[in-house]
C-alpha cells in the first residue's frame, strides 16, 4: 500500500488541524491504518490507529479526547482530526499501514507515508 500525508501546517495553541492520508495500491477491508509522530530528537511515537472495515478507533493517551481518526472508504482516505493543539503536539506525523505484531509499535507497521510537519505556537 502506498500512502501520502497532508495537512499539516502552522497552528496557535488551541487551535485544529485535519491531517489526511490518501492510500492506494491495495484494498484496505481487513487492515489497520494508523498515526505516528516524531518531534525532533524524540522517537517516533503512536497517536492512533482504525481497522479499515470495522471502525474500530484506538488513541494513545496524550491525544485521546482531543483527536479523531476516521477514513472515508470511498475515498480511501484517512483522517486525523485534531482540536485543542498544544506545544507538545509539535512533531512530524506520519500514516502508517500496520503489518503485524502490537498496533501501537512503529515496528508493527510496514509502509509508511512521507511525514507532514505540525508545528503549534504558545
Known amino acids: 500500500v502506498q500512502l501520502q500525508a497532508s495537512g499539516g501546517g502552522l497552528v496557535q495553541a488551541g487551535g485544529s488541524l485535519r491531517l489526511s492520508c490518501a492510500a492506494s495500491g491495495r484494498t484496505f477491508s481487513s487492515i489497520i491504518l494508523g498515526w505516528f509522530r516524531q518531534a525532533p530528537g524524540k522517537e517516533r511515537e503512536f497517536v492512533a490507529a482504525?481497522?479499515?472495515?470495522?471502525?474500530?478507533?484506538y488513541y494513545a493517551d496524550s491525544v485521546k479526547g482531543r483527536s479523531t481518526i476516521s477514513r472515508d472508504n470511498a475515498k480511501n482516505t484517512l483522517y486525523l482530526q485534531m482540536n485543542s493543539l498544544k506545544p507538545e503536539d509539535t512533531a512530524v506525523y506520519y500514516c502508517?499501514?500496520?503489518?503485524?505484531?502490537?498496533?501501537?509499535?512503529?515496528?508493527?507497521?510496514?509502509?509508511w507515508g512521507q511525514g507532514t510537519l505540525v508545528t503549534v505556537s504558545s
Open positions: 482504525i481497522n479499515w472495515r470495522a471502525g474500530t478507533t
Open positions: 502508517a499501514s500496520y503489518s503485524s505484531g502490537i498496533y501501537y509499535h512503529a515496528t508493527s507497521f510496514g509502509s
